[in-house]
């Protein structure tokens, strides 16, 4: 049986004492603060490497196989997680994702600069995004609560021209952009990814990255996105 703790016990630790890390256009490190990184020109990609309470993936483990429809809307600043994205899940396991989205969903509106933003959580059982490919938006957060996690080429496994010469194949698409397969990165269930996009307005090429692939294994993802509203002029970031 997992142990389940107090609810004034519930919050994610912050390992102070392990230093944050840079590897080319890639920030990574134990605590919240490694996502503002991404407002450092030069980074495309931060990667807040925590890990969640073990109650906490057990239940979600469970949650996700009884859940069908994921929950899409806009939420403002100080809103209310919606009820909808925790149906069917209670106690301290509810408590605990209710202050976690809520706490993702600020961190990013502060480091997106935007209110609202587009919230979508729940269940995915198909590959949504197979081709490597850079986001049409300035900046994304995604976390993967249950199964794989986002996969990412660094700058020097890729050739970047290669996105612009797009056909109808996946696979050929892939294998001509990949050049380095062994470096490719996948997050972890818990891992929250902070991700530029090419509208992000800093001059740094937006992180190059695709959907694990599952159908075959029959698995359910539970993926949290926040994304920015479609906007015709979006801002200039700056630190």
Not at 53 to 59: I, K, L, R, S, T
Not at 215 to 239: I, Q
């Amino acid at each position: 049986m997992v142990q389940r703790p107090k609810l004034s016990e519930m919050t994610t630790p912050q390992r102070k004492d392990q230093p944050h890390h840079v590897s080319g256009e890639a920030a990574f490190g134990p605590d919240t603060e490694i996502l503002e990184e991404i407002l450092e020109p030069g980074i495309n990609i931060c990667n807040w490497q925590r890990t969640l309470p073990g109650y906490v993936q057990a239940d979600l483990v469970a949650w996700t196989q009884t859940l069908t429809e994921r929950v899409d809307v806009q939420l403002k600043r100080g809103s209310p997680v919606p009820p909808a994205a925790l149906a069917g899940l209670a106690g301290p396991t509810r408590d605990w994702l209710v202050a976690d989205l809520a706490s993702l969903s600020a961190r990013y509106m502060h480091l997106a600069q935007a209110n609202p933003i587009r919230f979508s959580f729940g269940p995915v059982n198909r590959t949504q995004c197979p081709k490597f490919h850079v986001d049409h938006i300035a900046l994304r957060l995604l976390c993967t609560y249950v199964g794989p996690g986002t996969e990412w080429l660094p700058e020097h496994a890729l050739r970047r021209s290669a996105l612009a010469k797009r056909s109808a194949s996946t696979i050929a698409d892939n294998a001509k952009l990949l050049v380095d397969a062994a470096a490719l990165q996948r997050a972890q269930p818990g891992n929250v990814l902070v991700m530029k996009g090419e509208r992000f307005g800093d001059g740094t090429p937006g992180v190059v990255h695709r959907s694990p692939a599952i159908e075959a294994s029959g698995l359910t993802r539970l993926v949290l996105t926040l994304s920015v509203m479609p906007s015709p002029n979006p801002p200039k970031h700056s630190r």
